[in-house]
């Protein structure tokens, strides 16, 4: 069994130099281990707390500054020294088209591959919006990809953003945190549309942040699986984040245990980010 692995979904804090109004705000996030979460901690560190083979890294914007996330780019330019890795940053989705080229004109920068802007709950009406698909298809021209966080149980969401995939075909949208279930059945029609476009993959991750038990996250795993494929669904840890309810080295233990073979767990811990995050 390969014990090499590449996370492609994954967050260093610099609480002193950076916002996070978020996290350290007047509402922070009411989680669990939160003191745990917002410890600050290197990559070194975070490699030898694990048994696997960290051998690349996809770091996702987490509101360092999100009036000039650039900041954040710049930062992991010194954070991050000793392994292959690539940023997702941050820009506005349904922003004027001239609005998201300027974002992206200031977001220049040798690790960046794609960008993200969290959509849950009624912000997900912001995919609705007409600009979106001229900045998405910008995003493919600049060969970006767009990281889709939403819960795709809202059918209507999810039939856009199968809409704006058909219509920009060469751009690569990568759906966060498993599709953020709640509603399983809507969930699982959702899964299986959004599997039939070539050109939507799916990080397995975030279960921290949902309401389902062991059962049920071992049943959207494999539901995933039977309708992605095994070349485009990718382990991710959410990390410092997965905390909330289990460790590191813990949380990739369990990825391993969901793969009845080895084919399957080198393919969803390795072989997929590595192509689709060019490492």
């Keep these: 069994m390969s014990t090499k692995i590449i996370d492609p979904h994954l967050h260093f804090f610099n609480l002193l130099e950076g916002q996070y109004t978020w996290l350290q705000g007047a509402n922070p996030p009411a989680w669990s281990n939160l003191d745990k979460i917002k410890q600050p901690i290197s990559v070194a560190e975070l490699i030898k707390s694990t048994n696997f083979e960290l051998a690349g890294l996809v770091h996702i914007e987490a509101g360092f500054d999100n009036n000039q996330p650039v900041k954040e780019l710049n930062w992991l330019t010194k954070h991050i020294k000793t392994i292959p890795y690539k940023a997702i940053s941050f820009a506005t989705i349904n922003q004027s088209n001239n609005a998201f080229k300027l974002a992206l004109q200031q977001l220049d920068h040798h690790s960046l591959v794609g960008i993200r802007d969290i959509t849950e709950g009624h912000d997900a009406e912001r995919l609705l919006s007409p600009h979106c698909l001229d900045n998405l298809r910008h995003l493919s ?109 813990e949380l990739w233990q369990h990825y391993r245990s969901l793969c009845s073979d080895d084919l399957t767990w080198q393919y969803l811990s390795y072989k997929n980010a590595a192509s689709l995050y060019q490492l």
């Design 141 to 249: 021209q600049l060969k970006l990809h767009f990281e889709a966080q939403f819960e795709v149980e809202n059918l209507n969401i999810t039939e856009r953003l199968i809409s704006y995939a058909n219509q920009v075909s060469d751009l690569q949208i990568i759906i966060n945190h498993a599709g953020l279930a709640h509603n399983l059945a809507n969930w699982a029609t959702a899964i299986e549309l959004l599997a039939k476009q070539p050109n939507v993959a799916i990080k397995f991750s975030g279960f921290e942040l949902l309401m389902l038990n062991s059962e049920q996250q071992n049943q959207c795993f494999k539901h995933i699986l039977k309708h992605f494929g095994m070349q485009r669904v990718m382990f991710a840890s959410n990390f410092p984040v997965c905390q909330i309810n289990i460790n590191y080295n």
